[in-house]
């Protein structure tokens, strides 16, 4: 399969890497903007799995609403895109009095902004050769009713807003053979939650986290188009 994560440089997006690499010779695409990071995952997957084929692409997501060239690399290589794991995220736990538009805007465009315009400039590679499986990455923040934190508001409604963006695009796409849909996770030992829940201990490790999102990448898109599933134990921080 072709397959293409983000945020491949640490925590979940590195296990999701790592887990693809082991179950099959799949040709990944593994986006970061840390070069040494995309370095030693690439040395660890060919000792799990010599066949895999591993793309490191060094990428600030920033860049691409605005410099769509810099997907060439990918677009030149596949023609058809099986999996696209949107899963680079950006948390400041910061009050929301203090967090200012440039923090804000951070976190909506990693969170937000950038997955929606990487899945628009990669569509011409979807659903053409096969089925192929767009799977969001949202937080339990984001999720409807969910139990909320102080520090994370402007993170929840980005989360939240790429959630709704999965409902809203099988109508947009109206292509059965596009599937879309979103995880919302909840707590998983990540640099970031311990970023965001400093002393906690999530009931999960980023490579559990990591192997549930796998296997619904490559099976979910069978049973679920434009929707929201919670992935979680408890709600982050219980
Ligand atoms: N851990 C949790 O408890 C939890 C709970 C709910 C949801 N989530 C979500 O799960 C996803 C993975 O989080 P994690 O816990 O594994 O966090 P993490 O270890 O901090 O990983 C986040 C990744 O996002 C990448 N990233 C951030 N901004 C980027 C940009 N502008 N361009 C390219 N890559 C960028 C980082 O890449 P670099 O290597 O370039 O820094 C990093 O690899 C996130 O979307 C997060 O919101 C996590």
């Given at each position: 399969?072709n397959?293409?994560v983000t945020?491949?440089?640490s925590?979940?997006?590195?296990?999701i890497?790592?887990?693809?690499?082991?179950n099959?010779i799949?040709?990944?695409?593994?986006?970061?903007r840390?070069?040494?990071?995309?370095?030693?995952?690439?040395r660890e997957?060919k000792?799990?799995?010599?066949?895999?084929i591993?793309?490191?692409l060094?990428?600030?997501l920033?860049?691409?609403?605005?410099?769509?060239g810099?997907?060439?690399?990918?677009k030149?290589?596949?023609?058809h895109?099986?999996i696209?794991?949107?899963?680079?995220?950006?948390?400041i736990?910061?009050?929301?009095q203090?967090?200012g538009?440039?923090?804000?805007m951070?976190?909506?465009?990693t969170?937000?902004?950038?997955p929606a315009?990487?899945?628009r400039e990669?569509?011409?590679?979807?659903g053409?050769?096969?089925k192929t499986h767009?799977?969001?990455?949202?937080?339990?923040?984001?999720f409807?009713?969910s139990?909320?934190y102080?520090?994370l508001?402007?993170y929840s409604?980005?989360?939240?807003?790429?959630?709704v963006?999965?409902e809203?695009l099988p109508?947009?796409?109206?292509n059965?053979?596009?599937?879309v849909?979103?995880l919302?996770?909840g707590?998983a030992?990540t640099?970031?939650?311990?970023e965001?829940?400093?002393g906690?201990k999530a009931?999960?490790?980023?490579?559990?986290?990591?192997?549930?999102?796998v296997?619904?990448a490559?099976?979910?898109?069978q049973?679920?188009?434009?929707?929201?599933?919670?992935v979680?134990?408890?709600?982050?921080?219980?």
């Amino acid at each position: 399969m072709n397959i293409i994560v983000t945020g491949a440089g640490s925590g979940i997006g590195y296990e999701i890497v790592r887990l693809f690499a082991g179950n099959g010779i799949h040709h990944i695409f593994a986006i970061s903007r840390n070069e040494k990071k995309l370095q030693k995952l690439v040395r660890e997957c060919k000792n799990i799995n010599h066949q895999s084929i591993i793309v490191p692409l060094v990428l600030d997501l920033l860049e691409v609403p605005d410099n769509p060239g810099s997907l060439k690399p990918v677009k030149a290589s596949i023609n058809h895109i099986d999996i696209l794991i949107n899963n680079a995220g950006k948390l400041i736990n910061k009050p929301f009095q203090s967090t200012g538009m440039a923090e804000a805007m951070n976190m909506f465009n990693t969170n937000f902004f950038a997955p929606a315009f990487l899945i628009r400039e990669l569509l011409s590679h979807m659903g053409k050769k096969g089925k192929t499986h767009i799977l969001n990455i949202s937080s339990m923040g984001g999720f409807q009713g969910s139990s909320k934190y102080p520090g994370l508001s402007y993170y929840s409604a980005s989360k939240a807003a790429i959630a709704v963006l999965t409902e809203c695009l099988p109508a947009e796409f109206r292509n059965p053979d596009i599937r879309v849909n979103c995880l919302a996770l909840g707590a998983a030992q990540t640099e970031m939650f311990n970023e965001a829940f400093p002393g906690h201990k999530a009931p999960v490790s980023a490579e559990k986290m990591a192997a549930f999102i796998v296997d619904f990448a490559v099976k979910g898109y069978q049973y679920f188009n434009g929707k929201i599933i919670p992935v979680a134990l408890s709600d982050p921080g219980d």
